[in-house]
Protein backbone atom coordinates (compact mmCIF):
# COMPACT_ATOMS: atom_id res chain seq x y z
CA UNK A 1 0.00 0.00 0.00
CA UNK A 2 1.39 3.03 -0.70
CA UNK A 3 0.16 7.29 -0.84
CA UNK A 4 -0.28 6.47 -4.16
CA UNK A 5 -3.89 4.45 -3.06
CA UNK A 6 -4.49 8.12 -1.53
CA UNK A 7 -3.96 10.18 -4.09
CA UNK A 8 -6.27 7.93 -6.45
CA UNK A 9 -9.48 8.11 -4.23
CA UNK A 10 -8.64 12.05 -3.64
CA UNK A 11 -8.84 12.29 -7.44
CA UNK A 12 -12.06 10.05 -7.66
CA UNK A 13 -13.34 12.11 -5.04
CA UNK A 14 -13.17 15.21 -6.78
CA UNK A 15 -14.46 13.71 -10.11
CA UNK A 16 -17.72 12.15 -8.48
CA UNK A 17 -19.83 14.96 -6.98
CA UNK A 18 -21.86 12.43 -4.43
CA UNK A 19 -18.50 10.76 -3.43
CA UNK A 20 -17.19 14.35 -2.58
CA UNK A 21 -19.93 15.11 -0.68
CA UNK A 22 -19.75 11.96 1.44
CA UNK A 23 -15.77 12.34 2.25
CA UNK A 24 -17.00 16.26 2.96
CA UNK A 25 -19.42 15.01 5.46
CA UNK A 26 -16.83 12.39 7.54
CA UNK A 27 -15.56 13.89 10.67
CA UNK A 28 -13.62 11.05 11.80
CA UNK A 29 -10.36 9.03 9.99
CA UNK A 30 -12.26 6.23 10.57
CA UNK A 31 -14.93 7.45 8.52
CA UNK A 32 -12.66 8.27 5.85
CA UNK A 33 -10.62 4.96 5.84
CA UNK A 34 -14.39 3.05 5.84
CA UNK A 35 -15.88 5.34 2.87
CA UNK A 36 -12.61 4.88 1.06
CA UNK A 37 -12.83 1.06 1.63
CA UNK A 38 -16.66 1.36 0.25
CA UNK A 39 -15.39 2.33 -3.01
CA UNK A 40 -12.43 0.11 -3.36
CA UNK A 41 -9.17 1.80 -1.79
CA UNK A 42 -7.54 0.17 0.91
CA UNK A 43 -5.75 2.88 3.26
CA UNK A 44 -3.33 3.04 5.78
CA UNK A 45 -4.06 5.75 8.13
CA UNK A 46 -0.44 6.30 9.09
CA UNK A 47 -0.01 7.47 5.43
CA UNK A 48 -2.67 9.94 5.87
CA UNK A 49 -0.69 12.27 8.81
CA UNK A 50 2.18 14.48 8.10
CA UNK A 51 5.32 14.24 7.83
CA UNK A 52 3.72 12.66 4.85
CA UNK A 53 2.63 15.42 1.71
CA UNK A 54 -0.82 15.84 2.31
CA UNK A 55 -2.98 14.07 -0.61
CA UNK A 56 -6.39 15.93 -0.14
CA UNK A 57 -7.59 19.46 -0.29
CA UNK A 58 -8.95 21.35 2.26
CA UNK A 59 -11.98 22.38 0.33
CA UNK A 60 -12.29 18.13 0.15
CA UNK A 61 -12.52 17.52 3.84
CA UNK A 62 -14.46 18.49 6.85
CA UNK A 63 -13.14 21.40 8.71
CA UNK A 64 -12.37 18.55 11.56
CA UNK A 65 -10.26 16.67 9.51
CA UNK A 66 -8.13 19.71 7.87
CA UNK A 67 -7.04 20.13 10.96
CA UNK A 68 -6.21 16.53 11.80
CA UNK A 69 -4.60 15.74 8.44
CA UNK A 70 -3.20 19.14 6.93
CA UNK A 71 -2.26 20.78 10.02
CA UNK A 72 -4.29 23.88 9.00
Known amino acids: ?3 KVI ?8 TEPELKE ?4 CL ?3 E ?3 LAKEVGFDI ?4 LYPPNEPQFTED ?3 EK ?3 ALLRA
Open 1 to 3: MSI
Open 7 to 14: KEFSDKAK
Open 22 to 25: KLKA
Open 28 to 30: KIR
Open 32 to 34: LIT
Open 44 to 47: DEVL
Open 60 to 62: QLS
Open 65 to 67: LVK
